[in-house]
């Protein structure tokens, strides 16, 4: 079955600290690939997309990711964080009439 | 963990009929659900803010007539498309916030629409 796994629950990084979050699926062929963010009490808000073209996406708020295919991957990166990016965030793939998201991860920043 | 069931999965009517999107929380209590819809090649976008017992919040340029969202107990939401038109035909998806607030964000897995 197609499936999101986002590797890491929960991640409690200190400000400054860089981030990598982690996105695998398992669709094949063509996917477009998603970075959300939701902050409580917020709705979901997008931070990036990829559809085709350049595989390092950069989006708002010095986020980026990238979709490497070999590894079915499209992890998110900041170099800097801020205790405003605590958050949960979420990544999705899209593949023809097929939305999923990942479980999510929650994001803790000390200040 | 959290699973959030979403029914109809996928759905073709009529234009003129209307189609009721059931979004249910299957083992915890939504206080809160979003329903969002997203449009091809495009991110998903929020149409409305549906709290258990009270009337939806809708975001601006949707039409609170025509898009009827029903949230009456802790585990269902209904999102009903009344007169479908084919600029209705979308991918429909619900998102479930756990009661006591928090980080418990989980997504149903969507209705795709498609009215002929």
């Known amino acids: 079955a197609q499936s999101v796994s986002q590797h890491n629950h929960h991640v409690i990084l200190s400000e400054a600290a860089s981030l990598e979050l982690g996105c695998n699926y398992s669709?094949?062929?063509?996917?477009?690939l998603f970075w959300y963010v939701q902050y409580p009490g917020q709705h979901l808000q997008l931070l990036l997309k990829?559809?085709?073209?350049?595989?390092l996406v950069k989006g708002i708020k010095g986020f980026e990711a990238e979709f490497i295919k070999s590894k079915f991957s499209f992890n998110l990166r900041k170099p800097s964080v801020q205790w405003s990016d605590t958050a949960e965030y979420f990544c999705?793939?899209?593949?023809?009439?097929?939305?999923?998201f990942g479980a999510g991860t929650r994001l803790t920043v000390k200040p | 963990g959290a699973v959030v069931s979403q029914h109809p999965s996928r759905v073709i009517c009529k234009s003129g009929t209307s189609v009721k999107i059931e979004c249910r929380s299957l083992?915890?209590?939504?206080?809160?659900m979003f329903w969002y819809r997203q449009f091809p090649k495009q991110s998903l976008m929020l149409m409305a803010t549906s709290n258990e017992g009270s009337k939806a919040t809708y975001e601006q340029g949707v039409e609170k007539d025509k898009f009827l969202i029903n949230h009456a107990s802790l585990t269902l939401s209904t999102l009903t498309v009344t007169s479908a038109h084919p600029e209705d035909s979308s991918f429909y998806i619900c998102s479930a916030r756990a009661q006591g607030g928090g980080y418990g964000y989980t997504f149903g897995s969507g209705t795709r629409l498609t009215v002929v």
């Open positions: 999705a793939v899209h593949n023809n009439n097929d939305m999923r």
């Open positions: 669709y094949g062929g063509t996917v477009n």
């Open positions: 990829y559809f085709s073209g350049d595989p």
């Open positions: 083992d915890f209590q939504a206080t809160t």
